[in-house]
């Protein structure tokens, strides 16, 4: 007999089904027992009244795994409004060691490093499974949204020989006797790719040795990113973004079932300087502290009814040297931030294009040309303007979901202290 999951139970009625999952939870009671197991949909109701049969499923601890074949029958009060009687239990997997913590009370009682160290256990919490659903969402909606835009997605390499991106700590490597490092984004190469299908993205993992030990920061995080040829400038970029945002919201809505904020076909935009002064900042600030970030999230939704709010001409001092300068004032960028609740989760803008442009930017930072010599080879036989943008999937999921740890909704973080499991 095919095996179906929890959420079909309510299609049989009155037949006779398999269920099979791990056993969350049994209720002992003095002349029935329930069996509550969890598939990878939810939860079924299991009505035990036989004495072998409850005999044997007293003798079974929570998290075996287990098959069962019984009749659907219709139980208001049971899970989707069935529960299955006359059950017949085979054990597929028994665990005969005690569990660290329970999985079956509405949030997990163990500390967050209990939960870490125990990742294969806490993960199956459903409340851990529904941050990695969203997750999951999130990124399925990023890729819908960019192929519909005549994206084209790419896999570029994890492994450089160079740490020439951003400036941020990387991580060195041993690569067959020589020097190599693990790459801290794909920027360098998705911009040579738009000289390709002039369109592209990336899901993938990015590698930052910074040793920041705060809640918001990874070692190695999933970066969503893009880059478009042909832009006039970033306001095409962030126009672009805005349109990705608003399908990924919905693509999660949809699959995993959580309540999404809107997204306004144009959100809102305030100029760097402005920025400053409604966070009440100092002038000549060169960055945005997360206090600033959160009145400016506060503000957004106060003034605009917007989660969502664009700062635009960072100066160039704070941006990388790819970035390309506002033509009218030269010290600011074409580049923007996305804030989301008061938290920036997406850095973008401009880049520059030409060959020239790029020796005077790394010659002006006192970088040697070589070790761009294959980069800037794309910038020599042609690029046009273009723009992209970076998304931190961690960050952006714990703010959506109102977590205040992106190791919440990390499967196996690694941070400064945390390589295992």
């Known amino acids: 007999m095919q095996r179906i999951l929890s959420t079909q139970l309510a299609q049989h009625a009155g037949k006779t089904v398999t269920v099979a999952g791990w056993i969350h939870r049994r209720r002992l009671l003095k ?15 299991i ?10 499923l007293e003798t079974l601890s929570e998290e075996s795994v287990v098959e069962v074949v019984a009749t659907v029958t219709r139980n208001e009060q049971a899970p989707g409004g069935v529960e299955l009687t006359g059950p017949s239990i085979r054990v597929l997997s028994a665990v005969d060691v005690p569990l660290p913590f329970e999985l079956h009370r509405p949030t997990l009682g163990a500390t967050l490093p209990t939960q870490l160290d125990h990742a294969a256990l806490a993960l199956r919490h459903p409340a ?13 909606g990023f890729r819908t949204a960019l192929a519909e835009q005549r994206f084209v997605e790419i896999q570029t390499p994890k492994i450089v020989g160079s740490s020439t991106e951003s400036g941020a700590n990387v991580f060195p490597i ?33 590698f930052r040795a910074e040793p920041s030990d705060t ?47 809107k997204v ?3 959100i809102p935009a305030v100029p760097f300087a402005e920025a400053l002064r409604i966070a009440g ?17 506060e503000w957004a939704l106060r003034e605009h009814d917007s989660e969502f709010l664009y700062v635009t001409g960072y100066p160039m001092r704070k941006r990388p040297f790819y970035t390309h300068p ?50 800037l080879d794309g910038f020599k036989y042609g690029m046009p303007p273009h723009g992209g943008w970076a998304i931190g999937l961690e960050r952006f999921v714990a703010r959506l979901l109102g977590i205040a740890n992106v190791r919440e909704v990390t499967a196996f973080p690694r941070d400064l202290h945390r390589i295992t499991p």
Do not use: C
């Not at 002349?31 to 109701?45: H, M, P």
């Not at 042909?230 to 672009?240: E, G, N, S």
């Open 31 to 45: 002349s029935v027992a329930f069996l509550i197991v969890r598939d990878a949909e939810g939860l079924s109701q």
């Open 47 to 56: 009505v035990v009244e036989d004495p072998e049969t409850r005999a044997r």
């Open 128 to 140: 851990r499974r529904a941050a990695l659903k969203v997750a999951a969402a999130a990124t399925a």
């Open 174 to 206: 041993d690569y067959f006797g020589r020097p190599a490092y693990l790459a801290q984004s794909p920027q360098l190469y998705k911009q040579l790719m738009v000289g390709v299908f002039e369109r592209v993205f990336e899901v993938g993992p990015v």
């Open 215 to 261: 809640a918001r920061h990874l070692a190695q995080y999933t970066s969503l990113d893009a880059e478009m040829g042909f832009v006039t400038d970033h306001r095409d970029v962030m126009a672009t973004l805005t349109r990705t945002l608003s399908v990924m919201m919905a693509t999660i809505a949809a699959r995993a079932r959580v309540t999404t904020p």
């Open 264 to 266: 306004l076909p144009e």
């Open 281 to 297: 900042a100092a002038e000549g600030e060169e960055d945005l502290a997360p206090a600033h970030e959160r009145a400016l999230g």
């Open 326 to 375: 506002d033509p009218a004032s030269p010290a600011y960028s074409n580049g923007f931030d996305l804030l989301f609740k008061g938290l920036e989760i997406v850095t973008g803008g401009q880049r520059l294009h030409r060959y020239d442009e790029y020796v005077a930017a790394l010659t002006a930072a006192g970088e040697p040309l070589e070790p761009y010599r294959g980069y």
